[in-house]
């Protein structure tokens, strides 16, 4: 689909974890949720992808007995508040990058 649509998944589910009364674990679960089915040719390079990646496989590593979203619920709902914080933060990086590289595209002519 393109940066252009990363950019809208993850300004959604950035925005909801900015302005939300959730626990971290609930911000990260529905951030994590609305964009965990990004593929590569979302990503403006590798090296975001990879980011990507390692922040999805660090919210799902865990209730490998279960598929799905239910999988990042079991994962995340067991996180401590920093461990949420770091993934919510790593997620807000991801995002950044992904901006950028939106903005760069918006204004070729």
Same mark, same amino acid.
């Given at each position: 689909?393109?940066?252009?649509?990363?950019? &809208?998944?993850?300004?959604? %589910?950035?925005?909801?974890?900015?302005?939300? @009364?959730?626990?971290? *674990?609930?911000?990260?679960?529905?951030?994590?949720?609305?964009?965990? +089915?990004?593929? $590569?040719?979302?990503?403006? @390079?590798? +090296?975001?992808?990879?980011?990507?990646?390692?922040?999805?496989?660090?919210?799902?590593? #865990?209730?490998?007995?279960? *598929? #799905?979203?239910?999988?990042?619920?079991?994962?995340?709902?067991?996180?401590?508040?920093?461990?949420?914080? &770091?993934?919510? $933060? %790593?997620?807000? @990086?991801?995002?950044? +990058?992904?901006?950028? %590289?939106?903005? $760069?595209?918006?204004?070729?002519?």
């Amino acid at each position: 689909m393109g940066v252009d649509y990363a950019w &809208e998944m993850f300004y959604s %589910a950035i925005r909801f974890a900015l302005v939300s @009364d959730a626990s971290l *674990q609930k911000r990260l679960d529905t951030l994590i949720s609305g964009v965990c +089915h990004l593929q $590569r040719d979302d990503f403006p @390079d590798e +090296h975001m992808w990879d980011e990507f990646r390692k922040l999805v496989n660090e919210t799902t590593k #865990g209730g490998t007995r279960q *598929q #799905g979203e239910k999988r990042v619920r079991s994962t995340i709902s067991q996180m401590s508040d920093e461990e949420a914080r &770091e993934c919510l $933060r %790593a997620a807000f @990086d991801v995002f950044s +990058h992904v901006a950028k %590289a939106f903005g $760069r595209t918006e204004f070729v002519i």
